[in-house]
T-cell receptor, first 115, second 115 residues
Framework: GAVVSQHPSRVICKSGTSVKIECRSLDFQATTMFWYRQFPKQSLMLMATSNEGSKATYEQGVEKDKFLINHASLTLSTLTVTSAHPEDSSFYIC???????????FGNGTRLTVT | AQSVSQHNHHVILSEAASLELGCNYSYGGTVNLFWYVQYPGQHLQLLLKYFSGDPLVKGIKGFEAEFIKSKFSFNLRKPSVQWSDTAEYFCAVSPLYNQGGKLIFGQGTELSVKP
């Protein structure tokens, strides 16, 4: 079945540095990708929706200059956490779909720890 | 704003016990409804979904859910759980006005099944 690969699975970085997380659809073309953030024991919170070739749509309260999303191809979207701070430590999950009516497929998530 | 509420944070059952996980949403319009499962160390997987038609939906692994529109509920059920059902379960809603198909998740319910 369809697979979404997310890399890296874990990353530890120092405060002030930037971290890039990749989300790839391995056997289908993802016209839309979603980025979620999950705090411990809490729900997945949608951060942004990205459509291939256009600017991402960010949810209210999500800083677009801090969480840079690029969806340059139909199989790859990246989330860059710029100037990371300890409060950015979280679990980031991407999901992808082909057409509007296609099922949503999730990546395994990335555990970001900012020290 | 739309929200999804899952009543139980952690449910502990013995094998063969019956399961019901509550899910309520707040949105007055038409929605698509989903239950996802996340097994330890794995990505989110779709258990079942409701788009229209019969409000009793059957999913994989013996799970079913019933959409009760008047109660804004979409509870998940299984007559007899197994140890392998130990996982975290997320209810999610997608308002139909949103053609992008973004999901709003509940906070999740951790299910522990004791052998």
């Amino acid at each position: 079945g369809a697979v979404v690969s997310q890399h890296p699975s874990r990353v530890i970085c120092k405060s002030g540095t930037s971290v890039k997380i990749e989300c790839r659809s391995l056997d289908f073309q993802a016209t839309t990708m979603f980025w979620y953030r999950q705090f411990p024991k809490q729900s997945l919170m949608l951060m942004a929706t990205s459509n291939e070739g256009s600017k991402a749509t960010y949810e209210q309260g999500v800083e677009k200059d801090k969480f840079l999303i690029n969806h340059a191809s139909l199989t790859l979207s990246t989330l860059t956490v710029t100037s990371a701070h300890p409060e950015d430590s979280s679990f980031y999950i991407c999901s992808a779909r082909g057409t509007k009516d296609s099922p949503l497929h999730f990546g395994n998530g990335t555990r970001l720890t900012v020290t | 704003a739309q929200s999804v509420s899952q009543h139980n944070h952690h449910v502990i059952l013995s094998e063969a016990a019956s399961l019901e996980l509550g899910c309520n949403y707040s949105y007055g319009g038409t929605v698509n409804l989903f239950w996802y499962v996340q097994y330890p160390g794995q990505h989110l997987q779709l258990l079942l979904k409701y788009f229209s038609g019969d409000p009793l939906v059957k999913g994989i692994k013996g799970f079913e859910a019933e959409f009760i529109k008047s109660k804004f509920s979409f509870n998940l059920r299984k007559p007899s759980v197994q140890w392998s059902d130990t996982a975290e379960y997320f209810c999610a809603v997608s308002p139909l006005y949103n053609q992008g198909g973004k999901l709003i998740f509940g906070q999740g319910t951790e299910l522990s099944v004791k052998p």
